[in-house]
């Protein structure tokens, strides 16, 4: 390994693993958590000073959500799909490599004939 990868904190890879999912999430989240205080408590974020409660229920609330729903969907179905695809394409190249080491064997035999054919 390089030497900047063996002094990083597992907590922190395992951030960088779940990132991606958590960046496409938490704005998503944070939104309809905004909808819903708006809607059924009547609160508007940017008009009012700032309620600790508040800030904890539409900020904490879905970034917390999202790192919880981010790790699910990155260990369930991110990593799984990732070794499925990889799998196959490891296949579809060991296939490949097989059918075109046959193929080279074959017509340098060919080749062979024919030069014996020529030359005999």
Not at 42 to 65: D, F, Q
Not at 71 to 92: I, Q, S
Request: hydrophobic share 40%; charged share 20%.
């Amino acid at each position: 390994r390089a030497p900047c990868t063996r002094n990083r904190s597992r907590p922190l890879q395992k951030m960088g693993e779940i990132s991606m999912s958590f960046y496409f999430l938490h704005e998503v989240l944070q939104g309809l958590v905004m909808v819903f205080a708006e809607t059924y408590f009547g609160y508007k974020g940017h008009e009012h000073s700032p309620r600790p409660l508040a800030i904890c229920v539409t900020h904490v609330l879905p970034l917390s959500a999202a790192l919880l729903v981010g790790w699910a969907l990155t260990y369930a179905v991110e990593k799984p799909l990732a070794r499925c695809v990889l799998a196959r394409l490891d296949r579809r190249r060991a296939s490949a490599t097989a059918a075109s080491s046959s193929t080279a064997s074959a017509s340098s035999s060919a080749c062979e004939a024919n030069a014996s054919e020529a030359g005999g």
